[in-house]
């Protein structure tokens, strides 16, 4: 089976030594174009910041476009949104305060940034949402309806800016599903390739498959996998690969993360074979995507042959997604 590269509308990319080791493995996974998350440690706040990492990335593959992304904190709000964008900036991720990785600068009030999502959309910069409401100590919010209690918020957001483009990050819901299906043209959402398998027992006491959000409910597995059935366009492929070193995962209090990149086309491969439907992993991987966010078509191609393939136990310290299982699929 011949495709274009992938285009993998987010995906963390880290620093230093596990920068150099993950951008060459994200390249080998069949990717082309990515667009890389800003929570590094410290995060990507000014547009210097952002054009030494996009130098440190472009260093380990020449081979990768990578768009880059800003977090979305008080810094932001007296950029020059032209000069961000110049210097390959194509979003503004919100992360709610506490809910995942490196989230302790995070958002508290979103209300807050009404000016800059005006701003943005006005250039023609994406709204990139962590779609989880922080836990307090006086609400029941848990991480299995944090997803669906945050979607007020994009409602609200779009509909104060209707021709800001939105995205609904890693959605793992039913609820999330319908909304953003509802929402219209300007807001879409990615998925990632474990939260099309994953259900809640699989990652309980299963630290490699823990992520935020969490993987929920069977039935809400079965609403990613019949939007992506349904050839949604504005349902596209954010792996989310998340590495963390194992010694963080395996610990008492293991970091949420799934470490797709290696293998991302062929997991993907895998899956859509599977719930039969193969023909979809195009448009969902290659065109939607690329599509929303108004980029032109990538040049690169790349081969899956049909042959089974063991994932391994490990990328030089960090655990793969279902290391030591069997895929149906390898790149050649
Ligand atoms: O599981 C996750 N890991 N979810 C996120 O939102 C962040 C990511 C990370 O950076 O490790
Ligand atoms: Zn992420």
């Known amino acids: 089976m011949e495709l274009p590269l992938l285009d993998d509308m987010h995906v963390h990319l ?65 950029m020059d949104m032209a000069a961000a964008r110049e210097a390959g900036v194509v979003g503004i991720k919100c992360y709610p ?23 943005m959309e006005r250039e023609g910069i994406v709204l990139q949402l962590h779609g989880e409401v922080p836990r307090t100590p006086a609400s029941d919010v848990c991480i299995l309806n944090a997803e669906e209690r945050f979607l007020p918020e994009v409602v609200r957001i779009h509909k104060s800016f209707p021709r800001l483009r939105v995205v609904l ?10 909304c953003v299906k509802e929402l219209g043209e300007k807001v879409g959402a990615t998925i990632t390739a474990h939260h099309l398998d994953l259900i809640v027992d699989d990652w309980a006491g299963r630290n490699h498959n823990y992520c935020k959000p969490v993987a929920k409910y069977p039935h809400d597995r079965d609403a990613l996998r019949e939007v992506v059935s349904s050839a949604h366009p504005r349902f596209f492929l954010g792996s989310d690969s998340a ?50 966010y108004a980029l032109p078509a990538p040049q690169g191609r790349v081969i899956l042959e049909k042959t089974e393939q063991i994932v391994p136990d490990e990328y030089d310290g960090v655990v793969p997604y279902r290391a030591g299982e069997r895929i149906g699929w390898r790149i050649v």
């Open 14 to 78: 880290r620093q230093g030594a596990m920068l150099r080791h993950v951008v060459p493995l994200t390249r080998a996974g069949g990717v082309g174009r990515c667009v890389v998350m800003p929570n590094t440690d410290p995060p990507l706040t000014s547009v210097d910041s952002v054009r030494h990492y996009k130098r440190e990335l472009a260093s380990c593959s020449t081979d990768i476009d990578f768009l880059m992304t800003l977090y979305l904190c008080p810094a932001l709000e007296s």
């Open 97 to 119: 305060q506490g809910v995942t990785t490196n989230s302790d600068w995070g958002v508290a009030d979103l209300q807050r940034y009404d000016a800059l999502f005006a701003e």
């Open 169 to 178: 990050e890693h959605v793992t819901t039913a609820a999330a599903v319908a």
């Open 243 to 292: 590495p963390h070193p194992r010694s963080a995962k395996e610990g008492a209090c293991g970091c949420a993360g799934v470490f797709t990149a290696p293998l991302l086309l062929p997991y993907l491969a895998d899956t859509f074979e599977r719930i039969g439907m193969l023909d979809r992993l195009h448009d969902f991987g290659c065109v939607f995507g690329r599509t929303f």
